[in-house]
């Protein structure tokens, strides 16, 4: 079993519907990362969390360190938004500070 | 196509690690230079290199070093990473000393994440 694992693995949705990915993990960390990559490669860091809650625009991104599980949701989703959605998470118990990746979420969203 | 490569296209450190990014030069180039360019900024000179000495430098920490090989090829290295160092790095080889008011054949960029 992975330590991080992400739901679902391939996403495909009509423009305009909210859109939910998943991601837990299962080793104590110091902060949760969800990156975006686009089909050209380009790699964008969406969201920091170590707890709560944040929004930028229509993405939100919600964390619950309990219960060891983060959701990344995008409003009123967009063509544009198509590309892989990837959770990684940093150990605390790593002094190397290495990421631990999840396989990333495959979204399309369709016009 | 300039000629210049530069590797690799993409990369993800975390804060605290050190990185090297590598620069092939135009053929007959010896003369390489070093851009940091963060997003929605335009590039800033790192340092200059011509047959394989430092030649310039502009307002970055020693933390980022450099090497230029007998090939002309270039490393840029950079210690103890910060969020700050995300950005695009470019290499740029020209003819010459100095690239003051020479062409400059630019490569296509390594992007560095850190997070």
């Known amino acids: 079993k992975n330590e991080v694992e992400q739901s679902p693995q391939n996403l495909t949705a009509q423009e305009g519907e909210f859109i939910t990915i998943n991601c837990s993990y299962s080793v104590g960390i110091s902060a949760l990362h969800w990156l975006q990559q686009h089909p050209g490669g380009g790699i964008v860091s969406l969201f920091m969390?170590?707890?709560?809650?944040k929004k930028h625009g229509r993405l939100i991104a919600t964390i619950n360190i309990q219960e060891k599980h983060s959701s990344l949701h995008i409003t009123a989703s967009h063509p544009r938004d198509s590309a892989v959605y990837i959770c990684?998470?940093?150990?605390?118990?790593?002094?190397?500070?290495?990421?631990?990746w999840g396989a990333g979420t495959k979204l399309i969203i369709k016009p | 196509e300039t000629g210049v490569t530069q590797s690799p296209t993409h990369l993800i450190k975390t804060r605290g690690q050190q990185v090297t990014l590598r620069c092939s030069s135009q053929s007959g180039h010896n003369t390489v230079s070093w851009y940091q360019q963060a997003l929605g900024q335009g590039p800033q000179f790192i340092f200059q290199?011509?047959?394989?000495?430092?030649?310039g430098r502009g307002n970055f920490p020693p933390r980022f070093s450099g090497l230029q090989f007998p090939n002309y090829s270039s490393e840029l290295n950079v210690n103890a990473l910060e969020l700050d160092d995300s950005a695009l790095y470019l290499c740029?080889?020209?003819?010459?000393?100095?690239?003051?008011?020479?062409?400059?054949?630019f490569g296509p960029g390594t992007r560095l994440l850190v997070l």
């Open positions: 740029a080889s020209s003819r010459g000393g100095t690239a003051k008011g020479k062409t400059q054949y």
């Open positions: 290199y011509y047959r394989e000495e430092e030649n």
């Open positions: 969390l170590s707890s709560g809650k």
């Open positions: 990684a998470v940093r150990s605390f118990m790593d002094s190397n500070y290495q990421l631990i």
